[in-house]
Structure formats: structure tokens, C-alpha cells
């Protein structure tokens, strides 16, 4: 069974410039998140999905964060401008419907903001 | 809101035991859930526990009271490898929170 998939796996953009993630989650898998893990700290949920629907982005910066699961499957999220504490390891996962507490994780991308 | 609480480093040896504990706070609880990461890697699902008691996999044991907001994780046998950060997770309604991460050093 393939994994997530995800891709740029690094990627070093300066301040104001925009930088778009690309996702493709496990097969079948309707619920896919987006993580941002900052260097010694935790994942921190920026937006979950259910199919093609939004069912929480409470924590997503709206003013400069966004992203899009067309067809409900693969996903991108795109920061515009980004700021120097963007910089982080952003992670997609996907979840199989029957097990949402077991999420699978990508490799991630890790950004740098100089 | 959710917060968790976890020791920021735990070191032991070798062919030890150690235990990880997690203490939260949430306004919506159906379980608590365990991953390993290793330095430059992804989080990796380790164990879930919805209900009060001990739950057992391999070398890794989880546990859960529910009435005492608090769990823990139980690595046996440690070896090398089992060096990485450990991270619990509070499952709401609809999502997961992690919590700050524990980082495990294992030495000969």
C-alpha cells in the first residue's frame, strides 16, 4: 500500500515570496490534515478535510494560509506572502474513516524562510 | 480548548523500562493517542486508547484513565532504536491535538 505522498521535501523561500505544498493521501482515506510542526514542538492542526469539505481550520492563518482538496483526493496548501515564522516542517496525513485517531503521515516539506 | 502535558525529556538504557506520562485537559474526549517520530521523520501511530485500562502491543503497553485525565506510555525492553521524540494526542469530536512531545534517549 503506497503512503502519503508529498512534495517539495525542502524548500527555501525569502520573506513575502508564496510557496505552495502538494499532497496526495493513501488510497481511500477521506479525512486528510495538514500539520505545521515548528522545530522541538508538536504538530499543530492547520486545516482538516472530509472529502472535498473544510471541517475545521480554526488555527489556519486565513489572511496569508490556503488550501484547496479538489475532487477529494490530493490537496495543496499555499502561503502568500509568507513570514519568517513559516518556517517549519508542514506535514500532510490521511485517515481511514474507521480509524480517524490513526493517522498517516507524509515525510513532509520542510520550509525555510530566510 | 486542549492542552496536554508531557515531560520535554525522558534518558534510560538499554533493556530498560520506561514510562512517558500525559496529563490533558479538553472540553471533548473520546481518546488518547500515542506516535513516535524520529529526528528528520514522520510521526508514526503507535497505539489508541478509548477506554480505561491497559492496551498492549509488542514491547509498548498504553494506558488511560479517563476519570484522571491521564495516561501513559510504557516502552520495554528499550533498545537503540526506541531513541526518538513521543508525542500523545487528544481525540475531540472531530480532531487530534498533539500534544508538546517527549524526547527519548536511549544509552548502551
Known amino acids: 500500500e503506497a503512503g502519503v505522498a508529498q512534495s517539495p521535501r525542502y524548500k527555501i523561500i525569502e520573506k513575502r515570496q508564496s510557496v505552495a505544498f502538494w499532497c496526495n493521501p493513501i488510497?481511500?482515506?477521506?479525512?486528510l490534515y495538514w500539520y505545521q510542526q515548528i522545530l522541538g514542538q508538536g504538530p499543530k492542526l492547520l486545516i482538516q478535510f472530509q472529502n472535498n469539505g473544510v471541517v475545521d481550520d480554526s488555527q489556519l492563518p486565513k489572511d496569508r494560509f490556503s488550501a484547496e482538496r479538489l475532487k477529494g483526493v490530493d490537496s495543496t496548501l499555499k502561503i502568500q506572502p509568507a513570514k519568517l515564522e513559516d518556517s517549519a516542517v508542514y506535514l500532510c496525513?490521511?485517515?481511514?474513516?474507521?480509524?480517524?485517531?490513526?493517522?498517516?503521515f507524509g515525510s513532509g516539506t520542510q520550509l525555510s524562510v530566510l | 480548548g486542549q492542552s496536554l502535558e508531557q515531560p520535554s525529556e525522558v534518558t534510560a538504557v538499554e533493556g530498560a523500562i520506561v514510562q512517558i506520562n500525559c496529563t490533558y485537559q479538553t472540553s471533548g474526549f473520546y481518546g488518547l493517542s500515542w506516535y513516535q517520530q524520529h529526528d528528520g521523520g514522520a510521526p508514526t501511530f503507535l497505539s489508541y486508547?478509548?477506554?480505561?485500562g491497559l492496551e498492549e502491543t509488542g514491547r509498548f503497553s498504553s494506558f488511560l484513565s479517563r476519570s484522571d485525565s491521564y495516561g501513559y506510555l510504557l516502552l520495554q525492553e528499550l533498545q537503540m532504536k526506541d531513541s526518538a521524540s513521543y508525542f500523545c494526542a487528544v481525540k475531540g469530536f472531530q480532531k487530534l491535538v498533539f500534544g508538546t512531545g517527549t524526547r527519548l534517549l536511549v544509552s548502551p
Open positions: 496525513a490521511s485517515s481511514p474513516d474507521r480509524a480517524r485517531e490513526k493517522l498517516f
Open positions: 488510497s481511500g482515506h477521506a479525512t
Open positions: 486508547n478509548a477506554l480505561d
